[in-house]
């Protein structure tokens, strides 16, 4: 299985809600990759999970909060969001973070916040 | 900071044709990595390379680690190639990709 599947493929969400989006992977892979991508504009690094541990926080708004319950599984948690979030949020995997690391991408989910 | 550059930002063809995209970046890299996207779809990653050259299907990457220069060669195109195609780089040590703006190829019937 060389798959890394998002769930939902759409969001439509008010400012007030409070929703999550999914990812899953199951090549046995460490780290795992929230990004950001504004149409026509190149992927934007969010976080990044190593050994199901936050590594990295790209200095991203607290309203996004993300979660990695097991070495499969990657949630984000989105609350109180402004409508400049709308945006694809793609997560990936990877083997490892080192340097030679091949990352594989989800479909995405598709935001919108009105 | 890498700068990676993509040549040309867009591009028309008609099918059939043999295609090729450019990709420069300015400071030395471990990996770099070609990737596809379908109009609002999702990522695939088509190729990582670090040196040489790869070929899977009607796709062909190469690089040349001194003149710092990838290319992505699309034999015989069909229109189900058009999509953006991005150039993204690991710089030196770092699992942090730092992305090119885009190709959006277009491959007309």
């Known amino acids: 299985d060389t798959e890394v599947t998002q769930t939902p493929k759409h969001l439509v969400m008010g400012m007030t809600n409070k929703k999550s989006l999914k990812c899953e992977q199951h090549?046995?892979?460490?780290?795992m990759y929230w990004y950001k991508q504004k149409a026509k504009k190149p992927p934007e690094l969010m976080f990044v999970?190593?050994?199901?541990?936050?590594?990295i926080n790209e200095s991203v708004p607290s309203r996004f909060s993300p979660e990695c319950p097991n070495s499969s599984l990657l949630n984000l948690h989105l609350h109180a969001l402004q409508p400049e979030d709308s945006a694809l949020y793609l997560c990936?995997?990877?083997?490892?973070?080192?340097?030679?690391?091949?990352?594989?991408f989800g479909p995405g989910t598709r935001l919108t916040v009105l | 900071k890498n700068e990676v550059e993509q040549s040309p930002q867009n591009l028309t063809a008609q099918e059939g044709e043999f295609i090729t995209i450019n990709c420069s970046y300015s400071v030395g890299i471990s990996a770099l990595h070609w990737l596809q996207q379908h109009p609002g779809g999702g990522i695939v990653s088509l190729f990582m390379?670090?040196?040489g050259k790869k070929k899977h299907g009607r796709l062909i990457a190469t690089i040349n680690i001194q003149e710092k220069h990838s290319s992505l060669h699309i034999t015989a195109s069909h229109p189900r190639d058009s999509a953006v195609y991005i150039c993204a780089v690991n710089p030196g040590s770092n699992y942090k990709l730092t992305f090119g703006k885009g190709t959006l190829l277009t491959v007309n019937p």
């Open positions: 990936a995997s990877s083997q490892g973070t080192g340097r030679y690391n091949e990352q594989f």
């Open positions: 390379l670090s040196s």
């Open positions: 999970y190593s050994y199901e541990k936050l590594s």
């Open positions: 090549m046995g892979h460490r780290a």
